[in-house]
């Protein structure tokens, strides 16, 4: 049972590339999220969907794009990189039942931008 | 918009002392409240969440906490800590609409021999 896959596990950017991380889930989850985790600022969320072919900004979208396309896959893009977007990123899922349902989070996507 | 806080980003205790891990959420509404915990080089996995059938929530590996309406609080403890407890810790909440969780700035839990 793989839960939420992300790929890759790490990556090395220069300023101004652009990157695309992938976000598979295969619980059939309608809700998928990005987040970003810094040192001392907890998980905060980039972006969201709430279904397939929706998505929605969270509390840092800049410089970020997502789409999900497929209801399994939530894709976050970088466009042009820059040493601010050096984190790491934890895709999640959830399904969309009433009640506190678990959020499930995959391993995580150490992204060094220089 | 909801929030919550996490006093301490550490937090130090010997091997078989208690634990407390102290979160406190903003909302006029009692939200949905968890604890999620990592591991090094993991992702987050679910501790134990706040369902409103109970105020005191058991969860996994020991953990419990208690929700106190009155002082906004729901902290994290464990009555005897273990060395595989040393992690990271995260208070989380989200509204009783769509579950956007939204994460407090993390506990960083170690623990002596």
């Known amino acids: 049972n793989a839960g939420v896959t992300q790929t890759p596990k790490f990556r090395v950017l220069k300023t101004g590339q652009s990157m695309t991380l992938l976000c598979a889930q295969d619980?059939?989850?309608?809700?998928m999220y990005w987040y970003r985790q810094d040192p001392g600022m907890g998980l905060r969320l980039i972006h969201y969907?709430?279904?397939?072919?929706?998505?929605a900004k969270g509390e840092v979208p800049d410089g970020y794009n997502v789409s999900r396309l497929k209801k399994q896959n939530f894709l976050l893009g970088l466009e042009s990189a820059a040493p601010s977007q050096t984190s790491v990123y934890f895709c999640?899922?959830?399904?969309?039942?009433?009640?506190?349902?678990?959020?499930?989070f995959g391993q995580g996507t150490r992204l060094t931008v220089v | 918009a909801q929030s919550v806080t996490q006093l301490g980003s550490h937090v130090s205790v010997s091997e078989g002392a208690l634990v407390l891990l102290r979160c406190n959420y903003s909302?006029?509404?009692?939200?949905?409240l968890f604890w999620y915990v990592q591991y090094p080089n993991q992702g987050l996995q679910l501790l134990l969440k706040?369902?409103?059938?109970?105020?005191l929530v058991k969860g996994i590996n020991g953990f419990e906490a208690e929700f106190k309406k009155s002082e906004t609080s729901f902290h994290l403890t464990k009555p005897s800590a273990h060395m595989s407890d040393a992690a990271e810790y995260f208070c989380?909440?989200?509204?009783?609409?769509?579950?956007?969780?939204?994460f407090g700035t993390g506990t960083r839990l170690l623990v002596s021999p």
């Open positions: 999640a899922s959830s399904s969309s039942t009433r009640g506190p349902t678990e959020a499930f």
């Open positions: 619980m059939n989850h309608e809700y």
């Open positions: 969907s709430v279904g397939e072919g929706t998505t």
């Open positions: 909302s006029s509404v009692p939200p949905y």
């Open positions: 706040y369902t409103s059938a109970a105020t």
């Open positions: 989380a909440v989200s509204d009783r609409g769509f579950q956007k969780l939204v």
